[in-house]
């Protein structure tokens, strides 16, 4: 049975997402844009709108052009921002890294994504500087440089009348973040123009759901280069003339500061930091009463928990739904609606689809029956880079399967209940178990290995290893060892020694034997 949206359909543009930005920048060049609270800066749209025109024409003036893919890896910041919007101008495609990502790790994505150029900070030119030789990159262009060639700030050109490249929204590709989609190592999404603006413009469309206006203040703590912040923060936001106020990371005295003292009216947050509005002491200190709507994403959110942060901060909390693939939304909680049900991530966003699977058949289930949940809508991604097995296994006739088991009752409310999957979500952070079972074989001491999620109140979830030890082997020594070659996020948390991996005839890990 095919579910569909309670909200009407709506029109989506033909354009691409820099010739649909600008056009809803227009209503508000007197606006404050952007704020850096730790830095004191402060950018508004009409600034925005010139500085974004400047950096395309200085890039194309270096001899980039439409297709060139450029990476960022960095941390969120006014150049980010800049940076990202003047490349899809130019008609490049940004891949966006996570700036916690080792060097072995950048490379590895700027070489299959094939960049030609890396934006960055200083504090990660240790790993950004040999990542890029060893790539080829044709230059490395940093955000906070004080002076030289690779400064970002003389990045700048006098743009002419040059209007943002000409581009097939449904075929050029804007964005190209890595996920690793239901399964297995990170892959390149690739996301196009009309994906990015079909996503703004469904959310927008959202009935009876709380929307960003050009009074709001919105909060941008988390990372840029997710696609969370990516397209429902920064996008949406500056689409609606709100002002986006960037903090670099989450800490707790100056992200609670922030929300204090701008006067934040809008929060897109993960659990653990729902968690920590729940629970801590530090956050009675402080005025958060400016708030009216907090969303959570990313990774599911138990009710019990959601209806505390709510209590103590006293605004709205509701969850969305959606994933890097679906640019991410596919499913928003309709707070006017009149239902309280904090455990649910809502309803179908406009022009979007789902249905929910028997996990072995594939055949649709009845109304309240757990499966697999599939959507099929615009906001769905072309597929996977180089990759056509994991996009045919991924994408079905339009349909993407998402791995997650979910309910939907008969008014349409869907239930996160389970994942198909077997991602760890650590801090709202994908961690593919098959990637750290592969590293860790290579351990010399290391006969087999699994990789489960252990559940965790303030992390969502911890990566634990039931290692198969060849000789003697401690658990602390093991975990230093994986710390040194992946990323902090990707880090194993837990380690316990069996005698034996529980594997199916075909040699599948039995991981719920493990769980």
């Known amino acids: 049975m095919i579910i569909r949206s309670p909200s009407p359909p709506v029109t989506i543009p033909d354009l691409s997402w820099p010739a649909y930005l600008e056009a809803q920048l227009e209503h508000h060049l007197d606006r404050t844009a952007l704020v850096e ?56 495609v940004v891949t ?28 990660l030119l240790e790993n950004a500087r040999p990542a890029a030789e060893a790539c080829g990159l044709r230059e490395v262009i940093v955000f906070d440089a004080t002076d030289g060639d690779e400064a970002f700030a003389r990045l700048r050109a006098t743009p002419d009348d040059t209007p943002p490249a000409a581009v097939e929204p449904a075929r050029d590709l804007a964005v190209l973040p890595y996920s690793s989609g239901t399964t297995g190592p990170s892959k390149g999404v690739m996301l196009t123009h009309r994906n990015l603006v079909a996503h703004n413009v469904l959310v927008l469309g959202a009935q009876h759901a709380s929307v960003p206006a050009a009074d709001d203040r919105m909060l941008l703590v988390l990372p840029l280069f997710h696609i969370f912040a990516m397209t429902v923060i920064m996008n949406l936001g500056l689409s609606r003339g709100a002002m986006l106020v960037i903090l670099p990371r989450f800490e707790p005295e100056s992200f609670l500061e922030t929300l204090q003292e701008h006067r934040i009216t809008r929060c897109y947050l993960v659990p653990p930091i729902i968690n920590f509005l729940a629970k801590h002491p530090l956050v009675s200190q402080y005025d958060l009463s400016s708030l009216d709507y907090i969303l959570s994403g990313a990774a599911p959110l138990g009710v019990d928990l959601a209806r505390a942060a709510g209590r103590r901060v006293g605004c709205t909390l509701v969850q969305g739904y959606g994933l890097t693939e679906t640019s991410p939304a596919t499913h928003i909680f309709p707070e006017f609606a009149g239902r309280d049900d904090p455990g649910s991530i809502g309803v179908l966003l406009s022009n979007t689809e789902a249905r929910i699977v028997d996990l072995d058949s594939g055949s649709d289930v009845a109304t309240g029956e757990r499966g697999e949940l599939l959507v099929r809508g615009p906001q769905v991604m072309l597929g996977y880079l180089d990759n056509p097995e994991a996009t045919a296994r991924a994408i079905d006739d339009g349909w993407f399967h998402t791995g997650d088991v979910a309910t939907a009752d008969p008014e349409g409310y869907f239930h996160i209940v389970d994942r198909a999957k077997e991602l760890i979500k650590y801090k709202g952070y994908q961690v593919a178990p098959a990637e750290l079972e592969a590293l860790l074989v290579t351990h010399p001491k290391v006969a087999d290995c699994a990789v489960v999620p252990m559940p965790d109140n303030e992390c969502g979830e911890l990566p634990k290893a039931f290692i198969v030890a060849r000789e003697e082997l401690g658990a602390d020594e093991l975990m230093a060892w994986v710390a040194e070659r992946v990323a902090p996020y990707r880090r194993i948390r837990r380690v316990e020694f069996i005698d034996a991996i529980p594997k199916s005839p075909s040699g599948k890990i039995l991981r719920r034997l493990l769980r």
């Open 96 to 123: 966006t890294i996570n700036p916690m990502n080792l060097a072995d790790e950048l490379e590895r994505q700027m070489r299959h994504a094939g960049a030609c150029c890396l934006f960055t900070m200083r504090a």
């Open 37 to 92: 609270p730790l830095g004191g800066r402060r950018l508004s749209y009409r600034s925005l709108r010139d500085e974004v025109r400047s950096i395309d024409a200085a890039l194309r003036s270096r001899g980039y052009r439409k297709g060139d893919v450029i990476a960022i890896y960095a941390g969120n910041s006014i150049e980010f921002v800049l940076a990202f919007q003047a490349i899809l101008r130019m008609g490049g």
